[in-house]
């Protein structure tokens, strides 16, 4: 496989799993801003630091209202991780890839763009956004299936799902990162309503409200949010199973090629390190500071890949 | 409103019946014997008015059906073509930068007997191009011969001198080309171009196809149809047999674009993945202990053959323009040394030059020794003072090209011209008139097409696909029919708002 296709495939994934986090993001940050009117400007300042795109937010708008944030996460070109930039990013990298794709993933791609490139031809109003984010998440989530139910199970399966779980694990991550003092013990509104309205909205940013009041009927407390969003190897979208899944696909590679590369000597003790730890632990060691490494071992990790495996001439 | 019986009725009344004048813009003119006859072909209907007969079947199936289900077919379609992503790039339009070339259900039908013949005019031609190339790069007998004037060569950009001296492995220059073929009628055939460089629009033809099987099984139970769909295993094979000397062992074939904004970067990517080849950019290559390499996953990857569809221009930096990206640098030397195939080979543009076009009769004569079967179009060099001065005085009638234009830019329709656009072009011309050559303005043959109102005539041309090999010649029964969506309109092609038609071979 050319090393260009990897890249395309890598980011092609990266991209859509970026567009559907940014969907449910917007969606914590929309219920808060609704119900909670005087913390609705700090919402949406958390909302653009969780997307990482702050310094281009300021540069363009000085105040963080409802209007601003939406128009500049979903449709603004200039903000390249915007949906609309991601998406069309998104669409590029498979239309460069596109012998390395079904029919159906190449078609469900092109059938995502044109759906969201008539959705977000316009400013989306408040009134219509919980249905555009809806649209957004299914999209993505119909090219995931046919990625799913029609592609071979080798390399090219692979480098899509390291770029999935890669952004899904630092997408997580920033939102535990920008959240991270809510879950504080220390937070000086302990069991005020706040914190439950905060709570839920990191857990409805990785799509887990029901499933953590599932497996924890009656008790919401921070600990266990950041136990389950870290470490649980259940949740699809908790650092634990995603680091999983990258460790199990670099092991494909691996196998597939016969070659051992340092992506794979750095990815194995992110992956124990997750195991070894508890939430216990990583209170202890300073929660702040085991997401900020996270993150940037995460990103080294990437920056590995795309060099071990030629992304790049 | 009832059925079948108000069906008929509708297409009777706008059903095309040829022997219509032609428009009144084309004056009549007694500038070449052919327009004789200012009538237009219809395909369909002829000339008596009765439909011909390789349309009798289609017509036997058409007349049972109702024209709101074939104008749904015909929504359908363009539906499935935005779906799959079937577009082409138009350069220098920003909000239209992707679009659809709009497809027309009804098909152009070509008799066995006729596509016999075409098929011997083609391949005749083909193989004498071939020839020319090998000779021009070599030896030059036909400019010793005195059969073409050496300036013609000398001076033309098209010619290069880097390849002279170079035998390209199987001695195969046009591996893919795609001759443009005109009708004016029953038996009038004409050679519009010969596009031996990287010929584009075979993915449409296919496309067409898989379209047209897609909406109307049925019609294909009726009527016997030869199919297109080996092409890409034909395309693949044939290029495998023009390995280059370096090769050891199954041959590797990687196609070359320009990348994803190129206008015709869906055929790129659709003729790669039919053919299972890899879809490399000049940036994922290298030359590598005297090869190219591609940039896998895995460490670089010798390639022996490259389907480009970079032009030559851009090939080579080392070479050639040395501000190129979308090439490699040092393939040529590469090249020389038997080290790669690269398919068309570099210079062949020198064979469908437009002003070498006009030798093409000659050069058939000169290296196969038979007259040529299909015709030329007759045309005026307009660097010859006597031709020029004929088509200053004639604008109005002539259709003028520049000599190495392509896709219908920079060229001057004389009857559908304003005086204004007449006039600017006088002054290009006199300008620089070696760039131009001029020919009449043919009474191109219709086919009726599917308007909202009904079938109506329009304006096609064809253009099948003939790959090469040093084993055969081998043209794929059909090819590509475009056509001008504007009635009365002569400019077919899809960067000015053509648009094309499925094109039925019938078996014997």
Known sequence: MLGKTAGGLFWMFRFLERSENTARMLDAGFRIALTRSSAAENEWASVVAAAGVTDAYTARYDQYIARNVIDFLLRDTNNSSSVWSVIEGARNNARMVRTALTREVWEATNECWITLKDLLAHPISERDLPEVLGTIRQQSALVRGALHGTMLRNDIFDFARLGTFLERADNTARILDVKYYVLLPSASFVGSSLDNVQWESILRSVSAQRAFRWLNPGEINPMSIAEFIILDQRLPRSLSFSYAKIVDNLGYLEADYGLRLDCHEMAAPILQRLKDSSIASIFDEGLHEFITTFIRDNMALGNQIEQDYRFIG | ?508
């Open chain 2, 1 to 508: 409103m009832n059925g079948k019986k108000g069906f008929v009725s509708f297409f009777q009344y706008f059903i095309y019946r040829g022997n219509f004048a032609v428009a009144p813009q084309y004056k009549s003119s007694n500038l070449v014997s052919m327009q004789k006859t200012q009538t237009v072909f219809d395909e369909m209907n002829g000339e008596a008015g009765d439909v011909r007969y390789p349309y009798d079947e289609y017509q036997k199936w058409l007349s049972g059906e109702d024209p709101a289900r074939l104008r749904r077919k015909s929504s359908a379609a363009e539906a499935f073509f935005r779906r799959t992503g079937i577009t082409f790039n138009v350069y220098g339009r920003e909000e239209a930068a992707e679009r659809l070339i709009p497809f027309d259900i009804i098909p152009r039908v070509i008799s066995a007997r006729e596509w016999a013949r075409l098929e011997r005019g083609i391949e005749q031609r083909v193989r004498a191009i071939n020839a020319f190339l090998h000779d021009i790069y070599h030896r030059q007998e036909i400019i010793r011969a005195g059969r073409i004037p050496k300036e013609l060569i000398a001076n033309n950009d098209a010619f290069l001198p880097q390849m002279i001296g170079v035998s390209p492995p199987g001695n195969v220059y046009t591996h893919i080309v795609g001759t443009d073929l005109v009708r004016t009628g029953e038996d009038e055939f004409y050679v519009l171009e010969d596009n031996a460089r990287t010929p584009s629009g075979v993915s449409y033809m296919l496309e067409n196809r898989e379209t047209m099987l897609h909406m109307f099984p049925e019609l294909f139970a009726q009527v016997k149809v030869r199919s297109v769909s080996d092409y890409p295993k034909n395309l693949r094979r044939s290029l495998g047999e023009c390995a280059p000397p370096a090769c050891d062992g199954k041959p590797v074939v990687a196609v070359l674009t320009p990348g994803i904004h190129n206008s015709a970067y869906f055929e790129h990517s659709f003729l790669a993945d039919q053919m299972g080849a890899e879809l490399v950019e000049g940036h994922d290559l290298r030359v590598i202990d005297g090869r190219i390499a591609m940039r896998t996953t895995q460490g670089f990857a010798p390639i022996d053959v490259l389907y480009r569809r970079v032009d030559d221009e851009y090939l080579d930096p080392l070479n050639f323009n040395p501000e190129s990206q979308l090439g490699v640098a040092g393939i040529m030397d590469v090249y020389r040394a038997g080290g790669i195939t690269i398919a068309n080979a570099p210079g062949t543009g020198i064979a469908d030059d437009k002003a070498i076009y006009s030798y093409i009769p000659e050069i058939v004569e000169f290296y196969t020794g038979e007259s040529a079967i299909l015709k030329n179009v007759p045309t005026w060099r307009c660097a010859e003072p006597e031709a020029l001065a004929y088509v200053l005085d004639n604008l109005e009638e002539l259709v003028v090209k520049e000599v190495h234009g392509s896709g219908g830019y920079g060229m001057l329709v004389g009857p559908a011209a304003s005086k204004r656009e007449i006039s600017a072009f006088r002054s290009k011309l006199k300008a620089r008139p070696g760039n131009y050559i001029a020919q009449p303005t043919l009474a191109l043959s219709t086919v009726p097409i599917l308007t909202k109102k009904g079938l109506a005539p329009r304006h096609v041309d064809l253009r099948p696909f003939v790959l090469v090999s040093p084993r055969s010649v081998n043209i794929t029964p059909g090819g590509l029919t475009r056509v001008a969506l504007k009635a009365g309109s002569l400019v077919v092609n899809s960067s000015q708002g053509g648009g094309t038609k499925d094109t039925w071979v019938l078996e014997e």
